[in-house]
């Protein structure tokens, strides 16, 4: 199951999360999608971003959306029909992204232990106009982020599979024609090219020392006191 941003210039941005059911053809440009920084560690009340890196083959066509958002490059029309897309009757076109729900950060599509934020331009992908992806470039995005539910989220590692890029196509009514696949990150769901971040209790401001920390309280709490009583002894002497 796969959560989505659907939408479109033409669109209520109020409905953004849709379930994907059916796998959208391939496009004509060709290249990779990979986890910017696939490993790394997190305070269990941080805020995850997922950042995302775009590169486009040296052979490929590029990746190009106009100023409305509408895709002018990197889908062919035999991509459209193999998608089972009419050219004739599309009205207008955007990039998107999907996030496929998979992986321990979430219950589902949604938390707990974390909840997540797909995140929109100038730093992310989604509805971008004049998007200009040529070949031979690599572009980072911020893909999204993971907020823990309640504020705070257990301890361990957390893993993420797959985050992937596409296009879709709707006519003059707003219909949904359908969709065009770029790339995905980790489809094959292994832990080669997995998101992990392993979150540990991070900073403590004023809470409660770990048995570690009182042991060298008591220590500290001992030489002072050892200080204070030959100070004592010194000024009893004199």
Known sequence: MLRFIRTSAFASIGALICALCASPASAAATGSVVFTQPTGTAGSTDSIPVEITVAIDGGSEAIMTDGSGNVTSGVDNADLIAAGIDPALISHSDVNVYFSCSGTFTTGCG??????????????????????????????????????????????????????????????????????????????????????????HGPVAGGVPEPASWTLMIMGFGAIGAGLRRRRTVALVA
């Not at 971008?128 to 590692?157: E, K, V």
């Open 111 to 200: 938390g707990p232990p974390y909840g997540f934020d797909f995140a929109f331009p100038p730093s992310g992908l989604p509805f971008s106009t004049n998007l200009d992806l040529q070949p031979g470039s690599s572009t980072d995005f911020l893909f999204g982020t993971f907020n823990p539910t309640g504020g705070i989220a257990p301890y361990g590692t957390y893993t993420f599979y797959d985050a992937g890029i596409f296009a879709q196509y709707w006519d003059a009514q707003n219909n949904h024609l359908g969709d065009v696949a770029f790339f995905d990150t980790c489809a094959s769901q292994t832990a080669a090219c997995a998101f992990t971040r392993t979150v540990d």
